[in-house]
């Protein structure tokens, strides 16, 4: 029994003040630059420039000043003459082979609450395929070599209509608009690559986020009010 009331004794102070210490969470903003694998120390060096050169198949479809101004470098100016770092695309080619085009059926169920089929009826769609030819080389002060082919050859697929008739009328109205978002879906890819491979070298990329402050929110703490003042 004494052994009892001395185990008591001893937890009930502990019980106190983990019920008087109780703890809060404070939410701060956190912001900082990821410093890159490669960086240029000197500030005033910091310069970058993006060109271009595009085939004729391309260009009647999509701008060059659209390519380049899609990549940049954080913590870079931009400077045509002599920069640091000159990226270097170049779209070669875009072309769709006739001999690829098709219609395509699915057969289309309509079924009632017991499943079985009421309705039947086929959806059209078309399909060709393309290739795109592209790549990249960066000129950069630590000689490394960065360049590669970005080629793309991939099958396009239409949306379904109700019959070949109208898939077919589809693609010749609209075969030009087609053209330029396949070209547009792979500027944005080779733009998004080249982008982060860049910047991963030589960029100084700001980061945001959120972090918070575990503070122990009790009165016997000389630390709480400042603390909680802070971030308030």
Same mark, same amino acid.
């Given at each position: 029994m004494l052994r009892i009331l001395i185990l008591i004794v001893l937890i009930l102070p502990w019980f106190s003040w983990s019920q008087a210490?109780?703890?809060?969470?404070? $939410?701060?903003?956190?912001?900082?630059?990821?410093?890159?694998?490669?960086?240029?120390l000197n %500030?005033?060096?910091?310069? $970058?420039?993006?060109?271009?050169t595009i085939d004729e198949t391309v260009g009647n479809l999509?701008?060059?000043?659209?390519?380049?101004?899609?990549? *940049?470098? *954080?913590?870079? /100016? /931009?400077?045509?003459?002599?920069?640091?770092?000159?990226?270097?695309?170049?779209?070669s080619s875009f072309l769709i082979d006739p001999q690829s085009f098709s219609i395509d059926s699915k057969l289309i169920e309509v079924k009632d609450d017991d499943g079985n089929v009421v309705r039947s009826y086929y959806v059209y769609r078309y399909l060709f395929s393309y290739k795109v030819r592209g790549g990249y080389m960066v000129e950069n002060p630590f000689e490394l070599k960065m360049e590669n082919n970005?080629?793309?050859v991939e099958k396009y697929a239409s949306d379904y209509f109700n019959s070949k008739q109208e898939a077919y009328a589809h693609y010749d109205?609209?075969?030009? %608009?087609? #053209?330029e978002e396949i070209l547009y879906n792979f500027? %944005?890819?080779v733009s998004y690559r080249i982008d982060d491979i860049i910047n991963s070298a030589f960029g100084y990329r700001p980061y945001k986020t959120n972090a918070y402050l575990w503070i122990l929110d009790s009165r016997n703490?000389?630390?709480?009010?400042? *603390? #909680?003042?802070?971030?308030?």
């Open positions: 210490a109780d703890i809060d969470k404070e $939410y701060f903003s956190v912001a900082y630059v990821k410093l890159p694998s490669h960086p240029i %500030e005033n060096e910091r310069t $970058y420039n993006v060109s271009s999509i701008s060059e000043t659209a390519i380049s101004n899609d990549i *940049q470098i *954080q913590g870079f /100016r /931009r400077e045509e003459v002599a920069p640091k770092v000159h990226v270097k695309l170049n779209l970005l080629d793309r109205v609209n075969k030009e %608009e087609i #053209k500027v %944005e890819y703490n000389p630390l709480t009010e400042p *603390q #909680k003042t802070e971030f308030s």
